[in-house]
């Protein structure tokens, strides 16, 4: 960063985000496209940190609906001080909007095992 107050993950080189798209699909073949925009669009450059050493769908851990996967979910606890799942459905993103009532009750059950372990 400049030090001008750039978003994280806004380092995109030359601002150019149909480039940076691009490049997420050549790097991450496996990534279904409406997962790939959506992790382009939230997370930047910082997608990457997100993903890791993920080779496949498989990689990403549980699929609680939607959008949402494990390593998200992880990814928000661990470096965007997400520490419930409302933070996570509504506050950090949107998954909320797009998930079930099952599913959102599935989700906030594995989120409060995982703060349980952590606290």
């Given at each position: 960063?400049?030090?001008?107050?750039?978003?994280?993950?806004?380092?995109?080189?030359?601002?150019?985000?149909?480039?940076?798209?691009?490049?997420?699909?050549?790097?991450?073949?496996?990534?279904?496209?409406s997962?790939?925009?959506?992790?382009?669009?939230?997370?930047?450059?910082?997608?990457?940190?997100?993903?890791?050493?993920?080779?496949?769908?498989?990689?990403?851990?549980?699929?609680?609906?939607?959008?949402?996967?494990?390593?998200e979910?992880?990814?928000?606890?661990?470096?965007?001080?997400?520490?419930?799942?409302?933070?996570?459905?509504?506050?950090?993103?949107?998954?909320?909007?797009?998930?079930?009532?099952?599913?959102?009750?599935?989700?906030?059950?594995?989120?409060?095992?995982?703060?349980?372990?952590?606290?």
């Amino acid at each position: 960063m400049d030090g001008t107050g750039g978003l994280p993950g806004g380092d995109i080189p030359e601002a150019d985000f149909a480039r940076f798209r691009q490049s997420v699909t050549e790097d991450y073949p496996w990534l279904p496209a409406s997962l790939a925009d959506h992790l382009s669009r939230l997370y930047g450059t910082r997608l990457r940190d997100l993903l890791g050493p993920a080779r496949g769908l498989e990689d990403l851990g549980k699929h609680f609906g939607a959008q949402l996967y494990e390593a998200e979910a992880h990814y928000l606890m661990e470096r965007e001080w997400a520490v419930t799942a409302e933070d996570i459905l509504e506050r950090r993103t949107k998954h909320g909007l797009h998930l079930s009532a099952e599913e959102r009750r599935n989700f906030g059950t594995w989120c409060a095992g995982k703060m349980a372990k952590a606290g």
